[in-house]
């Protein structure tokens, strides 16, 4: 007979070939491999401390026909600990989102399922496709002052654990951050940027459920961030830049009313506007010269005086 | 259906919906530090539930986005109404037991009644504005209250400054929702169709 078996690292495996008797001739194969006689006890396998690298596939074949007498497919892992479990609502107010994930690998397969309640409510969990351990709620009722209990739990071969998060329906509120963030200098400003986003495409109604953000800002020289609070509106314009010096530039925002900030968004490069350096072309040079003493003009490296029509510069 | 509204009802609704939301964000804004000095202050567990109490209007709605514009406004008025009795009461209980360190308490809780007074006053304001009967006050007022226990009393409040706190928020989105302009017309659409 074939199946597989489950085994903790460190534990001591014995394993008999299938019906053979004890003291039977049999050889034992690992992963194709003959198994040493020193881990033999008559016709019994016998594995010490099993580590992870000894999982595989292990046959037992009788001593002279060379019968397959038994198979089995050997898993070594962990039972689980408890899952590490976060719900958040990007898209309020439809609904929110819980997703897990565990501490350390069991390196054996893993069945989660959560359960979601509110007051005496259970709420249905729409599960994402497999690898995302990840589920999606829809909010029945809004402005509930009941808070959700959600329980994971997690089994494998080998055991079982759990989790609990219980929260508050504003206190999980967390847009994602602001998409489209761009600055841009402002003409003949040589101290303004102006810096403009969008509201996150998954927060649905904006118009209803407004976001509020909050802008950092500081040039690369510098360490240390300034920062702006807007209430409303997706742009705000940077007066106080240093001239010429590059800055990095970051947007979050909250709902107006309740739950946190989200995370920051991309970071944007903007420098502000420089007034571009006087450079003049030979025409203008010669009309420059016949108005001012000769013996003060000096050309430009690149220019050769009677070339007509050379630009420097171009 | 409400006659299509002329543009200085309109206005006027539109003045009328950011003056409330701005007094139900700043009411917010004071219950929630109300909560928690009542909390520290009557020895309560913050994470504590507490079951519905009888009285307490519940904010928790179902199908929030379907609701007419009238039915936002007398949920909130009657709300209100209820808060203001609850908020009086629970003074009166105060002042009852006034102890020097809840002289503060006093004070934030008669802040709060009044700000809960004077939103109810502004939804029926709103009301009037869209010649929508106002519903008269229960004569007599609310039942009186069983007779609580100095604890049950406390989990009260607990119960009522929550449900409060979260009506405040509600009442900022409802007003949200009536201020919009109607897709039509672009004039904030009359109460009965504001989705």
Redesign the interface.
């Given at each position: 007979d074939s199946h597989v078996q489950y085994e903790r690292v460190g534990a001591d495996v014995t394993m008999k070939c299938g019906s053979m008797d004890w003291d039977a001739a049999v050889t034992w194969t690992a992963n194709g491999t003959d198994i040493d006689e020193s881990h033999l006890n008559g016709s019994y396998l016998i594995l010490k401390n099993v580590g992870l690298s000894q999982s595989g596939q292990y046959f037992c074949y009788e001593g002279s026909s060379w019968h397959l007498k038994y198979q089995t497919n050997l898993r070594v892992g962990t039972p689980p600990k408890e899952p590490v479990l976060m719900c958040r609502s990007n898209n309020y107010?439809k609904g929110f989102y819980c997703s897990w994930h565990l501490p350390t690998p069991t390196y054996i397969p893993n069945f989660f399922n959560i359960s979601v309640i509110h007051g005496t409510k259970d709420m249905v969990c729409e599960k994402d496709s497999p690898p995302k351990n990840r589920c999606h709620i829809k909010y029945?009722?809004?402005?509930?002052?009941?808070?959700y209990k959600v329980t994971l739990t997690v089994t494998n071969a080998l055991g079982k654990n759990f989790t609990t998060l219980?929260f508050d329906e504003?206190a999980i509120v967390k847009p994602d951050p602001p998409e489209s963030v761009v600055a841009k200098p402002v003409p003949n400003n040589p101290r303004r940027l102006e810096v403009s986003w969008q509201n996150p495409s998954s927060w649905p109604d904006p118009?209803?459920?407004?976001l509020k953000f909050f802008l950092r800002y500081r040039p690369l020289i510098l360490d240390q961030w300034q920062h702006v609070e807007l209430s409303d509106g997706t742009s705000h314009t940077i007066t106080d830049a240093y001239a010429g010096k590059e800055y990095i530039i970051q947007v979050a925002a909250k709902d107006s009313?309740?739950g946190t900030w989200s995370d920051w968004s991309v970071a944007v490069h903007a420098t502000p506007w420089t007034e571009e350096p006087k450079h003049l072309t030979t025409e203008a040079q010669i009309t420059e010269t016949t108005s001012v003493s000769t013996s003060s003009f000096m050309a430009p490296p690149t220019t050769k005086i009677c070339d007509k029509g050379a630009v420097v510069g171009s | 259906m409400a006659a299509a509204d002329s543009p200085s009802t309109a206005l006027r609704r539109r003045d009328l919906c950011s003056r409330g939301i701005r007094l139900a964000g700043k009411m917010r804004a004071d219950v929630v530090d109300l909560l928690d000095a009542y909390v520290e202050q009557q020895g309560l567990d913050a994470s504590a539930s507490v079951a519905a109490v009888e009285g307490v209007p519940l904010a928790a709605v179902e199908r929030w986005d379907e609701q007419t514009g009238t039915q936002r406004l007398l949920e909130n008025l009657a709300a209100y109404r209820a808060f203001r009795a609850l908020l009086a009461q629970m003074l009166e209980e105060q002042r009852e037991q006034l102890g020097e360190a809840d002289a503060g308490l006093g004070r934030a809780l008669a802040a709060v009644l009044l700000q809960v007074s004077a939103f109810a006053y502004h939804l029926e304001e709103l009301l009037r504005l869209e010649s929508r009967g106002i519903p008269g006050e229960e004569e007599d007022g609310p039942p009186p209250p069983p007779r609580l226990s100095r604890f049950e009393q406390k989990l009260r409040g607990l119960g009522v400054l929550r449900e409060l706190a979260h009506w405040a928020v509600r009442s900022v989105r409802d007003l949200r929702q009536l201020a919009k302009p109607s897709p039509a017309s672009g004039a904030a659409p009359g109460l009965a169709e504001s989705p």
């Amino acid at each position: 007979d074939s199946h597989v078996q489950y085994e903790r690292v460190g534990a001591d495996v014995t394993m008999k070939c299938g019906s053979m008797d004890w003291d039977a001739a049999v050889t034992w194969t690992a992963n194709g491999t003959d198994i040493d006689e020193s881990h033999l006890n008559g016709s019994y396998l016998i594995l010490k401390n099993v580590g992870l690298s000894q999982s595989g596939q292990y046959f037992c074949y009788e001593g002279s026909s060379w019968h397959l007498k038994y198979q089995t497919n050997l898993r070594v892992g962990t039972p689980p600990k408890e899952p590490v479990l976060m719900c958040r609502s990007n898209n309020y107010p439809k609904g929110f989102y819980c997703s897990w994930h565990l501490p350390t690998p069991t390196y054996i397969p893993n069945f989660f399922n959560i359960s979601v309640i509110h007051g005496t409510k259970d709420m249905v969990c729409e599960k994402d496709s497999p690898p995302k351990n990840r589920c999606h709620i829809k909010y029945l009722q809004l402005f509930s002052t009941v808070k959700y209990k959600v329980t994971l739990t997690v089994t494998n071969a080998l055991g079982k654990n759990f989790t609990t998060l219980t929260f508050d329906e504003f206190a999980i509120v967390k847009p994602d951050p602001p998409e489209s963030v761009v600055a841009k200098p402002v003409p003949n400003n040589p101290r303004r940027l102006e810096v403009s986003w969008q509201n996150p495409s998954s927060w649905p109604d904006p118009e209803s459920f407004p976001l509020k953000f909050f802008l950092r800002y500081r040039p690369l020289i510098l360490d240390q961030w300034q920062h702006v609070e807007l209430s409303d509106g997706t742009s705000h314009t940077i007066t106080d830049a240093y001239a010429g010096k590059e800055y990095i530039i970051q947007v979050a925002a909250k709902d107006s009313d309740i739950g946190t900030w989200s995370d920051w968004s991309v970071a944007v490069h903007a420098t502000p506007w420089t007034e571009e350096p006087k450079h003049l072309t030979t025409e203008a040079q010669i009309t420059e010269t016949t108005s001012v003493s000769t013996s003060s003009f000096m050309a430009p490296p690149t220019t050769k005086i009677c070339d007509k029509g050379a630009v420097v510069g171009s | 259906m409400a006659a299509a509204d002329s543009p200085s009802t309109a206005l006027r609704r539109r003045d009328l919906c950011s003056r409330g939301i701005r007094l139900a964000g700043k009411m917010r804004a004071d219950v929630v530090d109300l909560l928690d000095a009542y909390v520290e202050q009557q020895g309560l567990d913050a994470s504590a539930s507490v079951a519905a109490v009888e009285g307490v209007p519940l904010a928790a709605v179902e199908r929030w986005d379907e609701q007419t514009g009238t039915q936002r406004l007398l949920e909130n008025l009657a709300a209100y109404r209820a808060f203001r009795a609850l908020l009086a009461q629970m003074l009166e209980e105060q002042r009852e037991q006034l102890g020097e360190a809840d002289a503060g308490l006093g004070r934030a809780l008669a802040a709060v009644l009044l700000q809960v007074s004077a939103f109810a006053y502004h939804l029926e304001e709103l009301l009037r504005l869209e010649s929508r009967g106002i519903p008269g006050e229960e004569e007599d007022g609310p039942p009186p209250p069983p007779r609580l226990s100095r604890f049950e009393q406390k989990l009260r409040g607990l119960g009522v400054l929550r449900e409060l706190a979260h009506w405040a928020v509600r009442s900022v989105r409802d007003l949200r929702q009536l201020a919009k302009p109607s897709p039509a017309s672009g004039a904030a659409p009359g109460l009965a169709e504001s989705p």
